[in-house]
């Protein structure tokens, strides 16, 4: 916590430069531009230590602000803030305007300062983001050979499952390289190979000279992709067992959730102990509604979409897998949901169940267990109740006694 602030600093950065503005409590205003250089981040070091600053703030605009946090936040502190919260206090826009009005808001601690992680988590969040952007592409490169094949007419898919997998790549590397289809047929595996004939009528055209060329490079951009891709988890994996081992292991746990999905959620949300509660984290990831209240009305509207974009993508995407899971207590939930709520919202109702789970397990070190006590082809035994058998004037008995008992209630209530 940030105690007294008698002289602050609000910096305005773009990705050239930035403008930095000193106030201090008894009116005094300095405002100075600066390179975004290290020459330029070394002169407003030396400026503010010099000026005897008590804080630094700015906005979190992109990743302009790393070098220059990295740079002052040994000397001083330094307050990261959210941009849509500080730009609720002025209606001007201009470079000056914008670091004078977070100097003014950093000077009556009115800047509510962001998470920033270690160095080192940050480099590993890079590694998750670079990850997805080059999944994001094979994606796009994949679709543009989908639509090769179809305007050609290949229609793989009544063959083959994943056209992409070892198999499809051999056909489409035999298709685009004018093999015969004895040539690629050769090459595939012998569960594939026996349907041969499939195969044969589904290739028994010509491909024309400009979709081969267009398949061949898409098919070498891909496997290029995939080789970085490997690359690139090779280090997630490497940082996220070595440092994160328990965590890893407690997120697994849960149905839903693989490797990936682990790893990413450890780079985007950091330590889960920082947060007091599942809700506190389930709101700093912006999968809580917008709350409006006006003369006892309560509103609720969409989720808020504050925080990390890519941990609410990949909290979607484990959601939608533990929809999918067998004899699972989150299945039931989901189920529940969906009637009253529709898919799309039952899902996003099940990422923040998940959210709230994960923070419990990691804050109290445990292993997920689902309450349903059995596991995919586990016999789940019922127990039998066996009913009495009575015989015919058992059952005229005690009917009669019944209706004798209903009688006498019916006089003694007349």
Known sequence: MIG????????????????????????????KRFDRDEDGILALKNWVVSEKCDVVACESTSDFWVPIYDSLIKHLPVIIGNAR???????????????EVIAQLALNNMIQPSRVFPKDQREFRSYIRLRLVLVRKRTDI?????????????????VLADIFGKNGIAILSGISSGKTVDQIIENLSPNVRKKSSQIRETLDREISQSAAIRLQICLKLIKHLDDEI???????????????????????????????????????????????????LASWLGIVPNVYQSADKY?????????????????????????????????????????SIGYAKAIIALARKIVTIIWHLITNDEMYQDETGYQKGEVHKRKIVETEIFSVDERIKIISGIIAVMGKKEEEST
């Open 4 to 31: 007294v602030v008698n002289k602050s600093c609000g910096l305005d950065i773009h990705k050239r430069f930035f403008i930095a503005t000193i106030l201090s409590k008894s009116g005094d205003k300095q405002q």
């Open 85 to 99: 919260d500080m730009k609720a206090f002025t209606h001007k826009k201009t470079d000056k305007i914008d670091s």
């Open 142 to 158: 994949k679709n543009e050979a989908h639509a090769i094949l179809t305007s050609e007419m290949f229609n793989l898919h009544d």
């Open 230 to 280: 490997e690359a690139l988890e090779k280090e997630i994996f490497n940082y996220a067992y070595g440092k994160h081992k328990r965590e890893m292991d407690i997120l697994m746990s849960i149905p839903g959730i693989g490797e990936i999905g682990a790893s990413t959620l450890i780079a985007e949300i950091g330590n889960l102990r920082d947060f007091p509660s599942g809700d506190k």
């Open 299 to 339: 509103y609720k509207g969409r989720i808020t979409k504050r925080g990390s974009k890519v941990a609410r993508w990949i909290l979607t995407q484990i959601a939608q897998a533990a929809a999918r899971k067998k004899n699972s207590k989150l299945k039931e939930f989901f189920n529940r949901k969906m009637k």
